[in-house]
T-cell receptor
Framework: GESVGLHLPTLSVQEGDNSIINCAYS??????FIWYKQESGKGPQFIID?????DKRQGQRVTVLLNKTVKHLSLQIAATQPGDSAVYFC??????????????FGKGTTLSVSS | DTEVTQTPKHLVMGMTNKKSLKCEQH?????MYWYKQKAKKPPELMFV???????INESVPSRFSPECPNSSLLNLHLHALQPEDSALYLC????????????FGDGTRLSIL
C-alpha cells in the first residue's frame, strides 16, 4: 500500500548546526502533513504541519518544505540543540470519512546532537 | 506536559490477566485514537472513535477491546494477550474534520509475561 517514508534512519549533527530531515511520500492525493518529535519514553509531540496548498511553513527554529512535484517533505531545524535529539516522524493524513482522519507515519529518523 | 493523559505508565501482566488502559483528554476533541508502537518503529493505528462511536478497527484481534464511555475518556481492555503484544500503547485525540493534527499522550508501556 502507499505510505510515507524517510530517507535516512539516523542523522548526527554538532550543536549549532542546521539539521535537515527528509521524507518521501507516495500518495499524490495526500493534502496534509505533520512532523512529530518523539523523545525517549514519551509520545509523539506535534512540531509543525503543512497543507498541500503551501510550499513552506515556518515555526520557531523549524521550517517545513513541501515539494509536491517530487512528493518530498523536509524538516529543517536551525541551530540544533542537544534537546532536539529525538526520533522525528513525518506523517500523512489519510481522510477516511467526514468523522475523522487516520495518520500514516513514516519510518522515522533518529537525530543525535553532540555538543 | 501532554494534554492527553494515559494511565498506567507501565503495566506488566500475564497472558491470562485482564487489565485496562485509560486515556483522558479535556481539549474538547471528539475524535480519539489508539495506536500500538513497537521498539524503533512508527506508531500503527488500531482504533478510531468519533463522537464516542467506533469508526475504524484496523483488523485488531478481539483480545483488544476499546471503549469510549464519554467524549473525554477512552479505554482499551486487554484480555488473554500474547507476548508479541508487548509494546507502547499510545492514545491520541483530535478535532473532527479533515486536516486536524492529532495530539498524543506519553503512552502505556505494556509487557506481557
Amino acid at each position: 500500500g502507499e505510505s510515507v517514508g524517510l530517507h535516512l534512519p539516523t542523522l548526527s549533527v554538532q550543536e549549532g548546526d542546521n539539521s535537515i530531515i527528509n521524507c518521501a511520500y507516495s500518495n499524490s492525493a495526500s493534502d496534509y502533513f505533520i512532523w512529530y518529535k518523539q523523545e525517549s519514553g514519551k509520545g509523539p509531540q506535534f512540531i509543525i504541519d503543512i497543507r498541500s496548498n503551501m510550499d513552506k511553513r515556518q515555526g520557531q527554529r523549524v521550517t517545513v518544505l513541501l515539494n509536491k512535484t517530487v512528493k518530498h517533505l523536509s524538516l529543517q531545524i536551525a541551530a540544533t540543540q542537544p534537546g532536539d535529539s529525538a526520533v522525528y516522524f513525518c506523517a500523512e493524513i489519510s481522510p477516511f470519512n467526514q468523522a475523522g482522519t487516520a495518520l500514516i507515519f513514516g519510518k522515522g529518523t533518529t537525530l543525535s546532537v553532540s555538543s | 506536559d501532554t494534554e492527553v493523559t494515559q494511565t498506567p505508565k507501565h503495566l506488566v501482566m500475564g497472558m491470562t490477566n485482564k487489565k485496562s488502559l485509560k486515556c483522558e483528554q479535556h481539549m474538547g476533541h471528539r475524535a480519539m485514537y489508539w495506536y500500538k508502537q513497537k521498539a524503533k518503529k512508527p506508531p500503527e493505528l488500531m482504533f478510531v472513535y468519533s463522537y464516542e462511536k467506533l469508526s475504524i478497527n484496523e483488523s485488531v484481534p478481539s483480545r483488544f477491546s476499546p471503549e469510549c464511555p464519554n467524549s473525554s475518556l477512552l479505554n482499551l481492555h486487554l484480555h488473554a494477550l500474547q507476548p508479541e503484544d508487548s509494546a507502547l500503547y499510545l492514545c491520541a485525540s483530535s478535532r473532527l474534520g479533515q486536516n486536524q493534527p492529532q495530539h498524543f499522550g506519553d503512552g502505556t508501556r505494556l509487557s506481557i509475561l
